[in-house]
C-alpha cells in the first residue's frame, strides 16, 4: 500500500471578498464622477468669469425693455425690470454656489467635534449631546430655517447661521456612530496602551477614518443646503434684491408663468443641473474614499 | 407581542426632556435675539415709547427664567398667547390650520406609497436593467428638484396648460378639498418618493437574496403571492424607519408648498405670520410642529416593533 | 430495474456564461438515478458542485449559474422543458428542499407554524385551520415538544435544532417523493446533528420517500445513505452502494478521503491529508481532474478524461472513473 505523502496544511482558499470593480477601476472610468466634476467645475467658472460672459449688468434696471420674450439680444428675454434674465442666471451662480459651499462648513466642524466627543468620551457628555439633537432634530429643517432667518433678519450671515444650527445634528450622528465603531477597534486600544493622550488618539488615530464618512454625508449635505437657500430667496427671506438668485428670480418669475413661463422655469433647472452635478460628485467621492461602503 | 410594546411608556417618559427642550429652544429664538423682540416686531421705525410700552405688555422687562416659567405655565394651560396680526388665540388659528396641514400630508404620504413600492419592487426584480437604470435616474432627479419649483411647473403644466385641477385654493367641502390638494401633495409626493424608492429598493434587493425566499420557491410560492407575504413584509421594515424619519421633512416642506398653492395650513399661517412679524403665531406653529414630530417618532417606533417580531426596544439601548 | 427511476439525472453540466468571455463549467456531464424510496448521498469537498446540482433539480439556481447541457427528469417527465406552472406545481407537492442554515431558510417575519401551513395551504388546497392542524402534527411527528404553542413562535425565538425540525416539518408537510438536502446538519450541534438525521431516516422510511443528500461529512453518508456518489470538480468520480464504496474505495480521491477521516473503530490511526487542493475550474486542466494531486497517475491521465465505468467485482450501480482503478486498488496488498 503506497502512502500519500507528508501531510500539509492546504492553504486558505476561501474566496476573498471580491473586490467591487467601481474601486478598483480609475477615478476618471467613473462615468458619473467624471460628469460630475465637469458640472461642478463648469459652474464654478461660470461663477468666476460671470462677468466677462455676458454684456450686461444682473441689477441695473431698464425699464424701456421690460419683459421682453428671448431674443437675438436677450437669450432668455428680460424680467418686469428690463433685466436681461441670462445675465441673472449666470451671476446667480456666483451667490447661490458661494453660499452653498460656505454653509456646509460650520454644521460640519461643530457637528464633528460635538459627536465626536460625545462619541468617544461617552458618559455624561454623551447623554447631554444626544439629548440636544433629539430636541434639534425635531425641528423640521425649514420650520427652523425660515423661523431663525426671521427671527435674525435677512441677509447671509442669517443663513449661515440658521442652516448651522439646524444641520450639525446630522454630522453629530453621523461622527458619533463612527467613533463609536472605531473606539472598539484594537489599533485604538493600541494607541491608548502606547500612552497617546486622548486627544491625540482622537486627532491622530480616530479622525481621519471616522471624518470620511462625513465628507461624504457634507457633499449631499450641500445640495440639501443650496436647495435651502434657493427656498429662501423665494420666499423672500433669503438674498436681498436686487442681488441676482435663483430663488427670487422663480418667485418673480411665477408671476408671469402664463406670458413668459422661462422666467420659472430655467433657474430651477439651473437648481437642478447643479445638485445633478454635486450628487455625482459627492456619490464618486463617497466610492473612492469607502468603496465597500456604498448605500 | 404586546409584551413587546413595555417600552412605550419608557420611550414616553424618555420624550418629556426632549419635549422640555423644544419649549426652550422656541422660546430662546423670541426672546435671545440680539436686539429687542419688542423692535423685532414693531420694525426699525418704532418710537422708543411704543417699544417701551409693547415690551413691558409682553413682560420683556421680566428675567428670563421668569419669562420662560411665565411661558411654559401658559403653555401647560393651553395658551400660546394671542396672535398680533388676527386678535385670537394663536392656539385656535393652529388647531384651525392643523387638520388643512395633516390631511396633505396624509395625502402626501398615500400617494408617494403608491408611486414607491411599485417602482421600487420594480427595480429591484431586475437590479441594473433598464427599468432599474430609469428608476435611479428618477431618484437623483427627484432630489436635485426644489420643491417649490416642482410645485410650480405642476402648476405651469398641468393648471394652466392643461386645465385639469386648479391652480391655488382649497375648496369648500372635503371632496373639493381632495380636488384641490392633489398638486400639492403631488409635488411633496414627488419630493418625497426618491427616499422611500432607494430604501425600499435596496432592501428587496437584499430580501430576494435571502435563503427564505428559495425556500418559499421551493414550496412553489411564487409571483404576487411570494411578493406579497414573503418580499413586502420584509423590506418594508427597514423602510418604515426611514418614513418615519422623513416625516419631519414632509412637515417642513408642506410649509413651503401651502404657501405656492395658497392651502390655509399651518405653513401658510407660519409665512403670513413672518411676514407680519407676528411673534407668538410663529412660536405657536414652531412648537406645535416639532412636537407633532416628537410624537411621529415614538408612533415609528411603536410600528416597527409591530412589524419585526426580531426588535425588542425595551431591551436594546437606543440604537439611534 | 425496468421501472422509470423516480428522478433521472442524464449528462447535467452547469456553469456560468458571461459575455465576451469563456464559459466556466462547474458541473461537468453528471449523471445518476435515484429510485423511489431510495436514499442517494452525493459527497464532496467544497466547490466540488454537489449543491449547485440539488438546486438544479430544485430550480433554485444562483444568478448566472445556468443549464449548459444534459436533463433532470422527474418520473419521466424532463423538468427544465415543462411550463412554468406544472413545475412550480410539482415544486409544492412532490419535491421538496432542505437547507443547511435554518435561521437564514424560515422567513424571520413569519411564524413557523404559519410557514409550515403555507405549502398545504396553497399546494393542497387545505383550509387555513386544516393546514395549521397538520402543520402542528408535523411538528409532533418531528419531535418539537408542545407543537401547538410553538407553531406560534417566530424563528429567531427558537434554537438551532428545533428550526431544522421545522424545516424538516415544512418540507415533508405536503408528503413529497422527492426531498433534497442540502448540508441539512452542517450547521448544528453534534449531538443535534445525530438526532435529526434520525428523524429524516425514520420520516422518510414510514412514507417512503427518496431522499437526496449533499454533504461533505462521510459519517452522516454512512449514516443515512445506502447509494452514494463522491463529486469532485463537478464530476461523479465513484458510485456505488455506501458499504461497498467505503470498504473498497476504487478511485484514489475516495480513498484520500476515507484516510483522512477520522474512524473510531481505529482511533489511533494516522490521519493522511489529501496533498494539494481543488482546481481553477476556469482552468480546467485536460485529463483527469484529480491528476495533479494523484499519488498513482500516470502520463494518460494528464491529457485524457477517465469516465465512469464499473469496476470489477460486478456490484449494483458500483462504477469509478479512473484509468488505472483495477492496477491500484486490485493489485493491493492486505
Known sequence: ?????????????????????????????????????????????????????????????????????????????????????????????????????????????????????????????????????????????????????????AGETSIYLAIATVSWVSYAKIVRGEVLVAKQQDYVMAARLGGFSHLRVLARHIGPNVLSQAIIYAM???????????????????????????????????????TQWEQATIPGLAVVVTSLGLSWLGDGLSDLLSPDRRK | ML??????????????PVA???????????????????????????????????????????PLWEQYWLFLTHLLQGDLGQSLTYQQPVVGLVFSAVPVTLSLVAYALVLSLIISVPL?????????????????????????????????????????????????????????????????????????????IRSLRASTIQVLGSEYIGTARSKGIAGASLFRVHVLRNAAIPTVSI??????????GSLVIEHVFAIPGLGSLMINAIFARDFPTIQGVALFVALFVVIVGIVTDVVYTLLDPRVDLANTEAVR | MTETPLLSVRNLSLGVQRKGRATTVIVDDISFDVAEGERFGIVGESGSGKSLTLRAIANLLPAGVKVLSGTIAYRGQDLQTMPAKSRRRLAGQEIAMIFQEPMTALNPVMRVGEQI????????????????????????????PDPAHRARAYPHELS??????????????????????????????????????????????????????????????????????????????????????FADPRHPYTKGLLDSAPDFDQPDRELIAIAGFPPNLADRPDGCPFQPRCSFAVERCATSRPRLEPVLPVLPGREAACFETARIFQGATA
Open chain 3, 160 to 245: 438551532g435544532g428545533l428550526r431544522q425540525r421545522i424545516m424538516i416539518a415544512m418540507a415533508l408537510s405536503c408528503s413529497p417523493r422527492l426531498l433534497l438536502c442540502d448540508e441539512p446538519t452542517t450547521a448544528l450541534d453534534v449531538t443535534v446533528q445525530l438526532q435529526v438525521l434520525r428523524l429524516l431516516e425514520q420520516l422518510c422510511e414510514d412514507t417512503e420517500t427518496a431522499l437526496v443528500f449533499v454533504t461533505h461529512d462521510l459519517g452522516v453518508v454512512n449514516q443515512t445513505c445506502r447509494e452514494l456518489g463522491v463529486m469532485y470538480a463537478g464530476e461523479i468520480v465513484e458510485r456505488g452502494r455506501v458499504k461497498d464504496v
Open chain 3, 117 to 144: 401551513a403555507e405549502s398545504p395551504r396553497r399546494n393542497l388546497g387545505l383550509s387555513k385551520s386544516a393546514a395549521m392542524d397538520l402543520a402542528i402534527d408535523m411538528m409532533r411527528k418531528t419531535g418539537i
Open chain 2, 20 to 62: 422640555f427642550g423644544v419649549t426652550i429652544l422656541v422660546f430662546l429664538m423670541s426672546h435671545l435675539l440680539p436686539g429687542n423682540p419688542a423692535v423685532a416686531i414693531l420694525g426699525s421705525h418704532a418710537t422708543p415709547a411704543s417699544v417701551a410700552a409693547l415690551s413691558k405688555h409682553l413682560g420683556l422687562d421680566k
Open chain 1, 220 to 258: 449631499s449635505d450641500i445640495v440639501q443646503d443650496i436647495m435651502a437657500i434657493v427656498t429662501l430667496g423665494y420666499l423672500g427671506l433669503g438674498i436681498a434684491p436686487p442681488t441676482a438668485e435663483w430663488g427670487s428670480m422663480i418667485s418673480q418669475g411665477q408671476q408671469f408663468i402664463t
Open chain 1, 1 to 153: 500500500m503506497t502512502t500519500a505523502p507528508a501531510p500539509t496544511l492546504p492553504p486558505v482558499t476561501a474566496a476573498r471578498r471580491p473586490a467591487r470593480s467601481r474601486s478598483l477601476r480609475p477615478w476618471y472610468r467613473n462615468g458619473p464622477l467624471v460628469a460630475g466634476i465637469v458640472i461642478v467645475g463648469g459652474l464654478i467658472l461660470v461663477a468666476i468669469f460671470a462677468p466677462l460672459i455676458t454684456p450686461y449688468s444682473p441689477t441695473t434696471q431698464n425699464l424701456t425693455d421690460v419683459l421682453q420674450g428671448p431674443s437675438g439680444a436677450h437669450w432668455l428675454g428680460t424680467d418686469q425690470f428690463g433685466r436681461d434674465v441670462f445675465t441673472r442666471l449666470v451671476w446667480s451662480t456666483r451667490v447661490d454656489l458661494r453660499i452653498g459651499f460656505i454653509a456646509v462648513l460650520i454644521p460640519f466642524v461643530v457637528g464633528s467635534i460635538l459627536g465626536g466627543l460625545a462619541g468617544y468620551f461617552g458618559g455624561w457628555l454623551d447623554l447631554i449631546v444626544m439629548r440636544l439633537v433629539d430636541i434639534f432634530f425635531a425641528f423640521p429643517f425649514y420650520v427652523m430655517v425660515i423661523a431663525l432667518v426671521f427671527v435674525l433678519g
Open chain 2, 243 to 252: 418614513v418615519g424619519v422623513n416625516l419631519g421633512y414632509l412637515v417642513g
Open chain 2, 120 to 196: 421600487a419592487g420594480w427595480a429591484a426584480t431586475k437590479p441594473s436593467g433598464v427599468r432599474d437604470l430609469a428608476v435611479r435616474a428618477y431618484t437623483l432627479l427627484g432630489q436635485g428638484m426644489p420643491q417649490f419649483w416642482v410645485g410650480i411647473m405642476l402648476i405651469l403644466l398641468v393648471a394652466v396648460r392643461l386645465r385639469l385641477f386648479p391652480v391655488s385654493g382649497y375648496g369648500q367641502t372635503p371632496l373639493d378639498h381632495l380636488y384641490y390638494l392633489f398638486l400639492p401633495a403631488l409635488t411633496l409626493a414627488i419630493s418625497m418618493c426618491p427616499t422611500i
Open chain 2, 3 to 16: 409584551h413587546r410594546l413595555r417600552f412605550i411608556p419608557g420611550r414616553i417618559l424618555q420624550a418629556i
